[in-house]
């Protein structure tokens, strides 16, 4: 389907989702946040996409909600008070519970709600010049779901620094690697894309069911306890005996050739 607000393509297994609204920093307006939940879903659900590629058209790669429109429309952060008291927000995999793999490929700045997308993918990559900061709090609004899910990922204390401080400083792809933010830094930033894809490529070498059921079972330990944890990781280990992959697997290694992974 087409889209006004996101570039939807693919690329051999790999399924590319791109924030396009390059002239508005790709702010996400009504429109872009409504488009997602479908761009997210087409991906999810085509059997030949394997990997998931988020990334920004032009010189930023997500800045959040866009702030004219709500200083502008008459409805202002009212018109999304039913889908976040519902926590129904639908605008990243994490929200859709989508289990393939994806990765964040960030440029310039991501700022605020674009933090959701570095919060929520599986991956990030960074450009050398990419820079993250988080301004809800310097235009009145509380910084909460997307910090959060950062503190999966990050120290506490860099978390709050950037949520407390708001849009007063930035922190650079190389801190953001420092503090593990991001799990490689691109440099030239010009090859980010590249390297995105160069790595989704890697991962689609594997068993997308085994993918799926890796992300579920390691997504759901951040959920539990280790105990539970380790007992639906061993149920998401048993799910996928007798698969096909399973028999695959093995074969293409003695035989030294390329797995033929069944698509689901």
């Not at 310039?108 to 960074?126: K, Q, Y």
């Amino acid at each position: 389907m087409s889209y006004r607000t996101l570039e939807v393509s693919r690329r051999g297994h790999v399924g590319w989702l791109v924030f396009d609204r390059p002239d508005r920093r790709n702010a996400m307006n009504a429109a872009m946040r409504d488009e997602l939940r479908l761009a997210w879903t087409e991906l999810a659900d085509d059997p030949g996409v394997r990997v998931i590629v988020n990334a920004g058209r032009g010189p930023a790669f997500q800045t959040g909600a866009d702030v004219v429109e709500l200083a502008t429309d008459g409805q202002g952060m009212e018109r999304y008070r039913r889908s976040v008291e519902e926590f129904d927000l639908g605008f990243t995999s994490w929200h859709l519970g989508i289990d393939k793999p994806v990765i964040a490929a960030v440029n310039g700045v991501c700022a605020g709600g674009g933090l959701h997308f570095v919060a929520d993918a599986d991956i990030v990559l960074a450009a050398s010049d990419a820079s993250f900061t988080d301004p809800h709090v310097s235009v009145g609004q509380v910084s909460a779901i997307e910090t959060i899910g950062l503190m999966r990922k990050v120290p506490a204390e860099a978390v709050l620094r950037m949520a407390l401080v708001g849009r007063h400083e930035r922190l650079s792809a190389a801190r953001a690697y420092e503090l593990g933010m991001v799990s490689e830094v691109v440099d030239p930033p010009e090859r980010l894309h590249d390297a995105a894809q160069e790595l989704a490529e890697k991962i689609a070498r594997n068993s997308p069911a085994a993918l799926r059921a890796t992300k579920r079972a390691l997504w759901g330990a951040l959920e539990q306890g280790l105990t539970d944890a380790c007992r639906a990781g061993a149920a998401e280990l048993v799910s996928l005996w007798g698969h096909p992959d399973q028999t695959e697997g093995p074969a293409a290694f003695a035989e030294k050739r390329p797995a033929r992974w069944k698509d689901d």
